[in-house]
């Protein structure tokens, strides 16, 4: 057995060997080492979610025209460091009033439920954390607790407009999930499973299903962004009307949690959306050398992780109204037609050489007609404002 | 003791520990937050009963939806967010002893039958329940006909709850 | 491997408390908290004697979905009637609610 062919295996079995030899029996060894891979994996991610504040805090300044973080360390790399430093050194306050232990609750509950997501996500050939047959509906459900960190957050605080901001997000999240689920089920319908580790293998090979299903992917990535409560749908937060919403009341590590888990969120959406559309970890040479495998997930989820925040920093925010209305009116109907679309398609052209070009024609018609029901639905709504104008002249 | 006895001695732990502060917490959004608590403990057991679909939809419908309903319907309902007094009837003692009674009963009648300690056949490598149970809800001699009258009692009960909570003005 | 009677009796438990809610609560949202509990409490079982009894007929699986289904309706019809209430008679303290008692 090879290192480099299956990393994983090479160090569990040495570690299994070293720690039978000191005595332990076959079982406590296999739930110590479930332990250390639990523990890593946490590690590996919390410090990637360092270096995103890094990464964040750059774009942005690219996204708007400045230098960024660049004192502390090459390109400022380092920053992120001191940052914590202050995030930690800070003052802990709990406000009068404040329900004190679900207002502490809220912010672990808020990361805990991104890193819960990692649990699945198949990072290289042969190394996860589990591959659970139901493992997109457990997304689904990671993310649902994070409603709840964000609901216990705004009423725990005390404060009316960290309600007013758990209020909005919540509506927005419980209504976008649904676009999002059918998203998640267009990949289910195209490979026959719910596990991720299927899902991307079926897609090894360039067969990525964001060729099969353009519009679902674009789906997902707009009911990601909602879900994430980040700029165009960042009402949660609203710095501007509701100073910053739920998290208003948490300083110092306790609001860092929080910025955490947002940073680290966009992130692992960004990983869902190559895992579920672009392939996941599969690149040239990646199913021999898993290592490779993880550096072209991350790159992926890297770039998904960059369009995301390219929209945060371009579009400006929009009313609850229109949010709510766009996701009623448009994500949802949308997403409900591209789901028989789909499965009508698949099931017609499965097998045959017109797979591949039906499905994107199919994707490609439905989007067009799309567009022709909303231009001339938005031409009508033009029409009836502009009718009452001439009964002015004399 | 296995490491699944030692699952579910923790989770039963935690279930009936939740649902008595569901039934004794003075603060309603403290029994909502209880009560998410104990479905919790219970979708780890559907995972410790080998059914994972469950154990899921458990967290999505439960935790995400209908407490956070709980807590909604909650925060909509009170008059001032910390309504303090005692939640609970005067005849709380007789309900007492009337549950009381019930779990006697249930244990009673338990007790006699003689299934009761029956372990599980593992069920086989080859087989994937959450395709037989996929397969169970849409065929239609088996469960398509319950799966569909479900599916309409939801869309009644959301035309109907839309239709009760409506303010007509 | 744990014996289905402990199942059947953490339901047992689970079930009464939910009942002592439902008798003993005033507020009616508290009420349905403790009917969720019993829901909970049946769907323990039906899952439990699912996986202890021929787990290649779903029959267990799907009643535990069907009842999901029927709690989420529940929930949602029994709330939205609540707040009606709320808003016409500005109490849910299920004794003050006696219009209909004489």
Do not use: C
């Amino acid at each position: 057995m090879n290192f480099l062919s299956d990393p994983i295996k090479v160090i569990s079995t040495w570690l299994t060997s070293l720690l039978t030899g000191w005595g332990l029996s076959a079982g406590l060894t296999s739930v110590l080492l479930s332990l250390v891979g639990i523990v890593l994996m946490i590690t590996a991610v919390m410090v990637l979610d360092i270096m995103l504040v890094w990464v964040e805090r750059k774009v942005v300044a690219r996204f708007q025209g400045r230098l960024g973080p660049n004192r502390v360390g090459p390109y400022g790399l380092f920053q992120p460091f001191p940052d914590i430093i202050k995030l930690i050194i800070k003052e802990d306050i709990t406000p009068d009033g404040a329900d004190k232990l679900v207002y502490n609750m809220a912010p672990i509950i808020s990361l805990g439920s991104v890193i819960f997501l990692w649990a699945v996500v198949p990072i290289a050939a042969r190394i996860y954390g589990a591959d659970l047959n139901v493992a997109l509906l457990y997304m689904v459900a990671a993310g649902s607790l994070g409603t709840l960190s964000i609901i216990m957050a705004g009423w725990a605080s005390n404060n009316k407009y960290a309600l007013l901001g758990a209020f909005r997000q919540v509506a927005a999240m419980i209504s976008f999930e649904i676009p999002m689920v059918v998203a998640l089920l267009i990949p289910t319908i195209l490979t026959g499973s719910l596990s991720l580790q299927v899902i991307t293998d079926k897609q090894s090979g360039g067969n990525w299903f964001f060729l099969l299903s353009p519009l679902g992917a674009l789906l997902f990535l707009v009911s990601a962004i909602a879900e994430l409560g980040r700029s165009p749908f960042d009402l949660n937060e609203g710095e501007s009307e509701i100073v910053s919403g739920y998290h208003i009341e948490y300083t110092g590590m306790k609001f860092g949690l929080f910025y955490a888990g947002e940073l680290l969120h966009a992130f692992t959406f960004g990983g869902f959306l190559s895992i579920l559309f672009f392939g996941g970890w599969h690149g040239p040479a990646a199913s021999t050398y898993p290592l490779l495998g993880v550096f072209y997930f991350v790159v992926k989820a890297m770039i998904g992780y960059w369009v995301i925040m390219w929209i945060k920093y371009t579009v400006p925010r929009i009313r609850i109204d229109h949010m709510l209305m766009f996701n009623w009116k448009f994500l949802t109907p949308l997403a409900f037609a591209l789901l028989i679309v789909t499965a009508v398609t698949n099931s017609l052209l499965k097998g045959s050489s017109f797979y591949m070009p039906g499905m994107f024609l199919s994707n490609f018609l439905l989007g067009w007609i799309t567009i022709e029901i909303m231009r001339f639905s938005s031409r009508k709504q033009r029409l009836a404002v502009k009718a009452p104008e001439p009964a002015v002249q004399h | 003791m296995a490491a699944s006895q030692i699952i579910f001695i923790f989770s039963a732990a935690l279930i009936i520990a939740s649902a008595v502060m569901v039934v004794s917490s003075r603060n309603l959004i403290h029994a909502a937050l209880w009560l998410i608590a104990a479905l919790f403990g219970v979708a780890i057991l559907y995972a410790v009963l080998d059914a994972g679909f469950l154990a899921v939809v458990q967290v999505v419908v439960y935790i995400g939806a209908i407490a956070i309903m709980f807590i909604f319907a909650v925060m909509l309902t009170h008059r001032d967010m910390r309504d303090s007094g005692v939640q609970v009837n005067p005849g709380w003692p007789l309900a007492a002893v009337l549950s009381l009674l019930t779990f006697g009963g249930l244990f009673a009648i338990l007790s006699k039958w003689n299934g009761l300690g029956n372990l599980p056949a593992p069920i086989p490598g080859t087989t994937n329940t959450l395709a037989q149970l996929g397969l169970a809800l849409t065929s239609p001699d088996a469960y398509v006909l319950p799966f569909e009258v479900a599916s309409v009692l939801l869309l009644a009960a959301l035309i109907g709850s839309v239709y009760v909570a409506m303010n007509k003005k | 491997m744990i014996p289905l009677n402990w199942f059947l009796y953490l339901s047992a438990a689970l079930f009464s408390i939910g009942l002592f809610g439902v008798l003993a609560r005033r507020n009616a949202v508290a009420i349905l908290l403790s009917v969720e509990l019993m829901l909970n409490a049946v769907n323990i079982n039906l899952v439990a004697f699912w996986r202890y009894g021929n787990t290649a007929s779903m029959a267990g699986q799907v009643f535990a979905i069907i009842v999901f289904a029927v709690a989420a309706a529940e929930v949602a019809v029994g709330l939205s009637l609540i707040y009606s209430i709320y808003r016409r008679r500005g109490t849910i303290i299920a004794d003050e609610l006696d219009l209909m008692k004489w």
